[in-house]
């Protein structure tokens, strides 16, 4: 979806450095989330937020952390990135008016090596 | 605590062909249910989804899901099947009757379609 942008599209870094995954999106959503994909693994949540100033770990968040730099942007960064974070990164978005059916937009993904 | 099972990692059906692609849930309330679909170097689009109503929901590209709360199954149909149609799936839930907001994914069906 064109809506939901991540930069960058492919990364390969080395174990120990610092990387941020960037997510914008224009679609006037208030809610985001960065998700990792494994395959046989599915989606699994690594942080959400509702708004600007609400932030919420997800199921994997160990290792991870975010930021919400306005409305339409949430980073996402790894510390000191190491060998098991190799994976699919997606940001989805959703919308508050939408209740709680809570249908995701989603990202075209970022794929992370860290050798 | 809820969770997502697709029993099969790949179905294989010859285009024209009826598919299904199988997906049970387990949740403690009532289940939102949907389904997603991520063609290569892509992420998600959503599918359908069942919120309350209808057992039958029908969404894009002629897909449809029926909603089994006996068997607390939400498989995805299509009549009639495409090349195009090649694949992974996700089928997600979420618990509202916990009152919580997160999404669970399974781990995804590739589906193929030969000519």
């Known amino acids: 979806d064109a809506d939901v942008t991540q930069t960058p599209r492919n990364r390969i870094t080395k174990t120990g450095k610092r990387i941020m995954l960037e997510c914008s999106q224009t679609?006037?959503?208030?809610?985001m989330y960065w998700y990792r994909q494994d395959p046989g693994l599915g989606l699994r949540l690594i942080y959400y937020?509702?708004?600007?100033?609400?932030?919420n770990k997800g199921e994997i968040s160990d290792g991870y952390s975010v930021s919400r730099q306005a409305q339409a942007k949430f980073s996402l960064s790894l510390e000191s990135a190491i060998p098991n974070q190799t994976a699919l990164y997606f940001c989805?978005?959703?919308?508050?008016?939408?209740?709680?059916?809570?249908?995701?937009?989603f990202g075209p993904g970022t794929r992370l090596t860290v050798l | 605590a809820q969770s997502v099972a697709q029993p099969e990692d790949q179905v294989n059906v010859a285009e024209g062909n009826p598919l299904t692609v199988k997906c049970t849930y387990s949740v403690s309330g009532n289940p939102y249910l949907f389904w997603y679909v991520q063609y290569p170097n892509r992420g998600l689009q959503f599918l359908l989804k069942y919120i309350t109503g209808d057992n039958l929901v029908k969404g894009s590209y002629g897909f449809e899901a029926e909603f089994n709360k006996s068997q607390t199954s939400f498989h995805l149909k299509k009549p009639s099947a495409l090349v195009s149609d090649s694949a992974l799936y996700f089928c997600a839930v979420r618990d509202i009757g916990t009152g919580g907001f997160k999404t669970i994914f399974g781990a995804g069906t590739r589906l193929f379609v030969k000519a």
């Open positions: 989805a978005t959703s919308d508050r008016t939408s209740g709680n059916t809570d249908t995701q937009y």
């Open positions: 679609k006037g959503h208030d809610r």
């Open positions: 937020s509702f708004d600007v100033k609400d932030i």
